[in-house]
Nanobody, 125 residues
């Protein structure tokens, strides 16, 4: 069973940047598409970015397009989310997860049995 550990969150002012990391252990994630999700208080957990197994395809929610960049390092079994031009509405707990393809990840939404502990991102105005 793969275990996913998110890190890199913190408190940042609006306009600032953060880089989140998702490290996997237990089983490889190199054969899976990976995604970053976020959940703000009182809201659903939503997919914000995803990357294919090869790293050649990506998906971004409209709310983060042009500001967030997802990437993966297959050797280290780590996935990153570079977040620039942060806004107060980006405040949320951020989680990563895996699936077969980006398309299945979009269809599944937040319907996964397993989630890591997440990492808190707080953007002050």
């Amino acid at each position: 069973q793969v275990q996913l550990v998110e890190s890199g969150g913190g408190l940042v002012q609006a306009g600032g940047s953060l880089r989140l990391s998702c490290a996997a252990s237990g089983r490889t994630i190199s054969n899976y598409a990976m995604g970053w999700f976020r959940q703000a208080p009182g809201k659903e957990r939503d997919l914000v970015a995803a990357i294919s197994r090869s790293g050649g395809s990506t998906y971004y929610a409209d709310s983060v397009k042009g500001r967030f960049t997802i990437s993966r390092d297959k050797v280290k079994t780590t996935v990153y989310l570079q977040m620039d031009s942060l806004k107060p509405e980006d405040t949320a707990v951020y989680y990563c997860n895996r699936d077969h393809t980006i398309a299945t990840m979009i269809r599944r939404g937040n319907g996964y049995d397993y989630w890591g502990q997440g990492t808190q991102v707080t953007v002050s105005s």
